[in-house]
């Protein structure tokens, strides 16, 4: 890869042991990857923030780079616990101590702590066009498919050192022609479930560039829908024809066409769902939104709590102070959750089964969390709780 001569400067020292740490590493990268260049970012959003997820390990890193500061934007993804809500939660004093510790490293190097996982409802919202590096796959593929930014699927690390450098190696989905679609998917029926559209899709596309037809996705179904695909599959960006911003810029002759209708939504649920009592009951996987928050308020005025699994509305605290009604409504049902979620929190230290809403959340759950899983879609979970 080619550095200017500012770039060189970094890489030999000259600005700290932070930065050259960082230039190092995306070096590295830019070689593996085939980069020519670096490019500018207008923002980061970074992952590896929960103890659970990064331990020592990663706090080593975030010391080693303790003498840097971030030069754009940056973003946190979920920590492990809630800030204020963490001895509610059963997390160990242990654990929240070295949490906060890894809070107070990025705060250090000048990231915003928001520690969530929908960064461009409120504090990053990045243009169309713009470069920006984020980590997070749900987020990510939202930002290049919603609003037409362009970022891969960084890591955490190379988030990270992206934001201390302001530049990222161009290659993949920084360079328009990697954008195009490679498979068309024709979705038929109505009343989709976006998570179980996208579980299926993943496991059809893998990493490949889908390009849908026959939906019509709101802002929250597009990232209900890049979440699950990230998971299921590992799908850095999606199109949706007449919806997201470049559907209509490439030529999709002669591409591979995939129909996905009830039956291989059902087969996707039917994947999914390994359990059938759950202890848990948590919403909000990508964190919910103001929209999400006023729709479940609706879907549960006038109902009475039931069963005493312990429920969760995972979400910011930008988003928790836009919508206080409706909060206090949600308040009745369970504990709303921020800073975190059902995945990132060690929620296996006291539960066994979960239920959740989302595609995504069913993978990791049953993966990183030990959990059995219980899939509904958003009015099944609101019928297991009221
Ligand atoms: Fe966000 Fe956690 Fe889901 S980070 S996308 S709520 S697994």
Redesign the pocket.
């Known amino acids: 890869m080619q550095l200017n001569r500012d770039e060189e400067a970094i890489l030999a020292g000259e600005s700290g042991e932070g930065k050259r740490k960082a230039m190092e590493l995306l070096v590295a990268l830019g070689d593996i990857y085939g980069a020519e260049e670096l490019v500018p970012i207008s923002s980061a959003h970074l ?1 590896g923030v929960s103890y659970k997820t990064i331990g020592e390990g990663g706090i080593g890193l975030l010391e080693e780079m303790a003498d840097a500061r971030i030069c754009v934007p940056a973003t946190l ?2 920590a492990g616990m809630d800030r204020s809500r963490w001895e509610e939660m059963g997390i160990n004093p242990r654990f929240a101590d070295r949490q906060q510790h890894i809070i107070d490293c990025y705060e250090r190097l000048g990231v915003t702590s928001n520690c ?3 960064p461009y409802f409120d504090l990053n919202m990045p243009k169309r066009g713009q470069h920006i590096a984020w980590a ?4 990510l593929s939202f930002a290049n498919s919603a609003i037409g930014a362009k970022t891969n699927r960084e890591g955490g690390p190379g988030a990270l050192a992206a934001a201390i450098i302001g530049k990222t190696p161009k290659y993949g989905l920084h360079i328009d022609k990697n954008r195009a679609p490679a498979v068309i998917i024709d979705v038929e029926g109505d009343d989709i479930d976006y998570s179980m559209l996208g579980q299926a899709a993943g496991a059809i596309v893998g990493a490949r560039i889908p390009y849908f037809r026959g939906i019509r996705p709101t802002v929250d179904q597009l990232k209900t829908l890049a ?1 699950a695909m ?2 299921s599959g590992s799908v850095a960006m999606y199109h949706v024809e007449e919806i997201t911003p470049e559907s209509n810029d490439f030529d999709l002759k002669g591409l591979e066409k995939v129909t996905i209708g009830k039956k291989e939504m059902e087969t996707a649920r039917e994947g999914v769902n390994t359990g059938n009592d759950p202890e848990l009951i948590a919403f ?4 919910l939104s103001a929209d999400e928050i006023r729709n479940l308020a609706s879907l549960l005025k006038g109902r009475r709590r039931q069963g005493d699994a312990e429920v969760w509305f ?1 979400t910011s605290r930008q988003t928790l102070a836009s919508c206080p009604k409706e909060v206090k409504e949600l308040e009745r049902f369970g504990k709303l959750v921020c800073d ?5 929190t060690p929620i296996e230290e006291r539960f066994a089964c979960t239920a959740t809403n ?1 595609g ?2 069913c993978n ?1 759950l049953a993966t990183l969390c030990s959990q059995k899983v219980v899939y509904r879609d958003t009015k099944g979970l609101v019928e297991l709780i009221s």
């Open positions: 992952s993804n979920p969530s996982c929908t997070e796959s749900s987020a979440a990230a998971a909000g996987c990508p964190h995972c975190t979620c059902m995945v990132v989302s995504k959340a990791y």
